[in-house]
């Protein structure tokens, strides 16, 4: 399984942006779809974007359309995040694909990173 390790979490204010990275160990990264997810206190595990391995088909979940962007090159996938909000306060962790295309289920995925800290303050 390929390894990724996340980066780029911090603390920011309400209205504020982060960037963050995910860079992958492996050079297969490339045929995978590549996932974002999050996870706040108490709550489940939920899909915040996914990209496919070429780049070419985006999906992201309705609470942060607009605001976040997915972007890859071919060792590392980001999230671009604006307008944050105290809601988004949470881990947030990458994921690889098994296939070169994926719309967000978890079990479309194999391989996670540890997660990323980002608190949104009010």
């Known amino acids: 399984q390929v390894q990724l390790v996340e980066s780029g979490g911090g603390l920011v204010q309400a209205g504020g942006s982060l960037r963050l990275s995910c860079a992958a160990s492996?050079?297969?990264?490339?045929?995978?779809?590549m996932g974002w997810f999050r996870q706040a206190p108490g709550k489940e595990r939920e899909f915040v974007a996914v990209i496919s391995a070429n780049g070419g088909i985006k999906y992201y979940a309705d609470s942060v359309k607009g605001r976040f962007t997915i972007s890859r090159d071919k060792i590392t996938v980001y999230l671009q995040m604006t307008s944050l909000k105290p809601e988004d306060t949470a881990v947030y962790s990458c994921?690889?694909?098994?296939?070169?295309?994926?719309?967000?289920?978890?079990?479309?995925?194999?391989?996670w990173g540890q997660g990323t800290q980002v608190t949104v303050s009010a």
């Open positions: 492996d050079r297969t990264f490339s045929d995978s779809a």
């Open positions: 994921a690889a694909g098994t296939r070169w295309y994926a719309e967000g289920h978890e079990s479309d995925f194999a391989s």
